[in-house]
C-alpha cells in the first residue's frame, strides 16, 4: 500500500478543522455554547425594577418569549436615542471599516471569533441603522451593508453586546475616536426594552435599587462586615480603629464598591482603608446607605446609571458631610467622573475637595466634589505624611493591572504607581503595549464576570494573561496589583487559569502592610495573615 | 534516515503546521495571526507559533523524556484551544496535523521503502505520544474551569459565611 494514500488525520478524526462557514457574517448566526454566555435576568429582578418583559427564559432556547412587536419596540428605540444621543447617530454613520480596531480587543485577540472584532460588534447594529434609518440602505438592502433586525439578528446582539465588557480599548485605537462602548451600551439599552438582559448585571442592580449594595446586604449586616474587618486589623496590628458609620457632620463620606466588603482579596484593601484612616485620624464615615460605589446602571442603561447613582450625592447632602472619597474601583469611577455630576448634579452643598492632612485642594475634583482614593494617598506620600516600612511588602513582586475605566476613562494612571513605588521594593511593569491607555481588560468587567461566562472570560483574559507570564518569567513576579473590585474577582480567576503562581490584590492592602501605625504591636503578619518573612528561607 | 531529511525540511513541515493550525480559526482571524507579529499583540498566534517548533524538535529528537519546555509549549497551545469554540477533537486534532505534514514533506519514491516507513511510523507515535499527553493537559485545564467556578460562587460570600459561622458557633474552615 502506497503511504500517500493513507487516511488523512482530518478523515480519519470527522473534525471540522479547516472549515471556517463559507456563508458572510450576516448570515452566521450566534450559537449558545454552555461557558461562553450569561444566564438571562430573573423575573423577579426586572419585575423589582419595573422593567419590561419579567419571565423565564434562556438563551439556549428556541422561543425567547418575546413580545409580539418586539421589532417594532426595538427600532422604534433605536429612533429615540438617535435623536437622543448625537454620538450614537455620528458613530453609526462615520466608521469607514479601516479596521484599526479590528485586532484590538481582548475577546477577539482570544478566540478568534471575528464578530468579537470593535467594527464588527458595531455593525451588527450598524447593519440594522442602514436597513431603516438610511436611504441608501431601504434601496440598496443588503448591498448597502443593510440588514433587516430578525430574530436571530436579535439572538446575535444579545450574545455580542453581552460579550463586550466596555473597556474601550478599541476607542484608543480609533481614527475617527468612535467609541464603541458606548455602541455597546445602546445595544444594551434596547435589548432591555423587550427584557433581553443577564442576571449577573441585574440582580445587583434590583439589590442596589432596594438595598444601596449589589448583594443586598440591610445596614446592620453591612456594620457587622466592618466591625469583622476591625477584629482583624486589631488582632494583627494591636490597634482597634475608629470605625465611623452613618456621622452626620463629618468632613468625607467615604464610598467604595461593596464587592470589598465581602470577598478576598478585596477584603485587606478594605481592612487597608480602615488603618490608613485611623493612623490619619480622620474625619469621615461610612454609609450603609450609599453603601456601594459600583454602579451596575452603567451595564444596563443611562437612566439606571442615574437612578443607582443617586444615592451618593443624596447621603452627601444628609449627613452633611463636605466631600466624597472614593475607594479604589473600575468602573465607579467612570460613572463618577463622566456621569455623576451631569445625572445628579450640581452638588453645589458640597465643597471643593481639599485634604485636611496636607492642605492640597483636589481642583480636578471640583465639580464631582468627589477625590479617588489613589489621588489623596499619593498626595499624603508626596508630602511626607505616612510613615511607611516597603520592606513589610518584600516578599511580594508585583506588577500593576491597569483597571480600564480608571486609566481609559479618568486618565489614572500616575497616581496608582506612585502609591505602588513608595510602599513595595519589588515592582515590575508590563509590556507597554497592554498597560495604561492600552491596558488589556480583565474579561470580566460590564457584568460578565460571573461563573457561567468562564470560557469566555478566560478568552478574554488571555491577552493580559499573557503580558503578565512575561514578567512572571523575567522578575518573578508574584503579584497583580489592580484598583477595580470587579478586577479583583476576574483577576483572580485569570491566574488561576492562566498564571496559577500570581495573587492578585487592591493597593492599598500592601499601603497598609507597609504602614507604620502609632502605637502598633510588632507586626508578624501581613493583612491576610500570612508571615511578613520568608519564613522557609529563615529556617 | 528519514529524520535528516525531515530536519533539512523543518522550516517548511513547521511553516505547513502552523498553517494548518491556524486555519482552524475563521479567515479574519488565521490572517491576523499570521501577520501581527508582537507577541502581546496576537498572543494565540505567538503561542502557535513557538509552540509547533517546540513540539517538532521533540518528535525528531527520540528523546523518550517530556522536557518541562516541551510540556510548557504544548500547554500553552492546549490551555487556549480548550476555552475556545473547539469540541475537544477539534481543540486537540492539531498534534495529529502534523502526521499530514510530514507525509507530505517525504518524497512518494522514498516511501515505497520499507525501512523509511518504519521510521515514519516511530515518528508517527511519537506525535500520537504528544496527542495523548495533550488530553492530559486539556482534561486539567476543564477540570480547572469547573473547580475556578465552584470557587468563585464560594468566595463571593466567604466573608459573610465565615462571620455567621463564628457567631452561631459552626465550624468555618473551608
Avoid at chain 2, 533539512?8 to 495571526?33: C, Q, R, V
Amino acid at each position: 500500500m502506497d503511504l500517500h494514500d493513507l487516511p488523512k488525520p482530518q478523515d480519519l478524526m470527522d473534525i471540522d478543522l479547516n472549515k471556517p462557514p463559507e456563508t458572510g457574517w450576516m448570515n452566521n448566526p450566534a450559537v449558545f455554547k454552555d461557558g461562553t454566555y450569561s444566564y438571562p435576568a430573573a423575573g423577579k429582578n426586572l419585575k423589582i425594577l419595573g422593567m419590561p418583559n419579567p419571565r423565564q427564559w434562556a438563551p439556549a432556547d428556541e422561543d425567547w418569549k418575546l413580545p409580539e412587536n418586539w421589532q417594532e419596540i426595538i427600532l422604534k428605540g433605536m429612533k429615540e436615542r438617535l435623536e437622543k444621543y448625537r454620538s450614537f447617530r455620528l458613530f453609526m454613520d462615520i466608521c469607514v471599516r479601516c479596521g484599526a480596531c479590528a485586532d484590538k480587543c481582548h475577546f477577539f485577540i482570544g478566540s478568534g471569533d471575528p464578530k468579537n472584532m470593535p467594527v464588527l460588534r458595531a455593525e451588527l447594529i450598524r447593519s440594522v441603522y442602514r436597513n431603516d434609518f438610511t436611504l441608501l440602505g431601504k434601496m440598496l438592502g443588503r448591498f448597502g451593508g443593510g440588514r433587516e433586525l430578525t430574530i436571530d439578528v436579535l439572538k446575535e446582539w444579545f450574545y455580542y453586546f453581552f460579550q463586550c465588557t466596555e473597556c474601550r480599548r478599541c476607542s484608543v485605537f480609533c481614527p475617527y475616536g468612535i467609541d464603541t462602548a458606548e455602541v455597546t451600551m445602546i445595544g444594551r439599552e434596547l435589548l432591555n426594552l423587550v427584557g433581553l438582559n443577564i442576571n449577573w448585571v441585574i440582580e445587583p442592580v434590583a439589590n442596589c435599587y432596594r438595598y444601596g449594595n449589589h448583594l443586598g446586604i440591610p445596614p446592620h449586616g453591612l456594620l457587622d462586615m466592618w466591625e469583622f474587618m476591625a477584629d482583624d486589623v486589631e488582632d494583627i496590628t494591636g490597634i482597634k480603629v475608629n470605625l465611623p458609620v452613618n456621622k452626620k457632620g463629618a468632613e468625607i463620606l467615604f464610598v467604595t464598591p461593596s464587592g470589598d466588603y465581602f470577598a478576598d482579596p478585596g477584603t485587606y484593601t478594605c481592612m487597608g482603608y480602615m488603618m490608613l484612616f485611623h493612623e490619619l485620624g480622620l474625619d469621615y464615615t461610612w454609609s450603609t446607605y450609599a453603601s456601594e460605589g459600583g454602579n451596575f446602571g452603567l451595564f444596563t442603561s443611562h437612566e439606571m446609571i442615574k437612578r443607582l447613582n443617586a444615592k451618593i450625592y443624596a447621603e452627601a447632602k444628609r449627613l452633611g458631610v463636605k466631600w466624597i472619597l472614593g475607594g479604589e474601583c473600575g468602573h465607579m469611577w467612570r460613572v463618577v467622573h463622566q456621569y455623576m455630576e451631569t445625572m445628579n448634579g450640581p452638588a453645589d452643598f458640597l465643597e471643593e475637595p481639599v485634604s485636611p492632612i496636607t492642605g492640597t485642594k483636589f481642583e480636578n475634583a471640583k465639580q464631582t466634589k468627589m477625590v479617588h482614593i489613589t489621588e489623596f494617598t499619593s498626595d499624603l506620600i508626596k508630602n511626607g505624611k505616612l510613615k511607611l516600612d516597603p520592606s513589610r511588602n518584600d516578599k511580594i513582586i508585583a506588577t500593576y493591572h491597569d483597571s480600564c475605566n480608571p486609566a481609559r476613562a479618568a486618565g489614572l494612571l500616575e497616581e496608582p504607581r506612585y502609591v505602588i513605588r513608595n510602599v513595595t521594593n519589588n515592582f515590575y511593569e508590563m509590556p507597554e503595549n497592554t498597560i495604561r491607555e492600552q491596558t488589556f481588560c480583565c474579561g470580566g468587567g460590564a457584568g460578565l464576570g460571573n461563573d457561567e461566562n468562564i470560557e469566555m472570560r478566560m478568552r478574554g483574559a488571555f491577552p493580559r494573561a499573557s503580558a503578565l507570564n512575561h514578567v512572571v518569567a523575567k522578575h518573578d513576579v508574584n503579584r497583580l496589583l489592580c484598583m477595580c473590585a470587579i478586577d479583583r474577582a476576574t483577576l483572580t480567576a485569570l491566574t488561576h487559569y492562566w498564571a496559577p503562581d500570581v495573587t492578585v490584590g487592591g493597593i492599598h492592602e500592601l499601603v497598609a502592610n507597609a504602614l507604620v501605625m502609632n502605637g502598633e504591636k510588632e507586626r508578624t503578619v501581613d493583612l491576610r495573615g500570612e508571615p511578613l518573612g520568608d519564613e522557609e528561607e529563615d529556617e | 534516515m528519514l529524520v535528516d531529511l525531515l530536519l533539512e525540511n523543518k522550516k517548511t513541515i513547521i511553516k505547513h503546521w502552523t498553517d494548518l493550525t491556524i486555519d482552524t480559526y475563521p479567515p479574519e482571524a488565521g490572517s491576523f495571526m499570521r501577520n501581527q507579529k508582537n507577541q502581546f499583540a496576537n498572543p494565540v498566534g505567538a503561542a502557535i507559533v513557538n509552540g509547533v517548533e517546540a513540539l517538532f524538535d521533540w518528535v525528531m529528537s527520540g528523546s523518550k523524556d517530556y522536557s518541562p519546555d516541551v510540556v510548557r509549549r504544548l500547554d500553552d497551545i492546549v490551555r487556549i484551544r480548550a476555552v475556545q469554540q473547539f469540541s475537544a477533537s477539534d481543540a486537540l486534532g492539531f498534534i495529529f496535523l502534523l502526521k499530514k505534514c510530514l507525509r507530505e514533506s517525504i518524497p512518494e519514491k522514498m516511501m515505497k521503502d520499507q525501512h523509511f516507513i518504519v521510521e515514519l511510523l516511530k515518528l508517527e507515535s511519537r506525535v500520537d505520544s504528544l496527542a495523548l499527553r495533550s488530553f492530559d493537559i486539556y482534561m486539567k485545564c476543564r477540570e480547572k474551569l469547573f473547580e475556578m467556578r465552584a470557587m468563585e460562587i464560594r468566595n463571593r460570600t466567604s466573608r459573610i459565611l465565615e462571620r455567621a459561622c463564628m457567631k452561631y458557633g459552626a465550624p468555618h474552615d473551608w
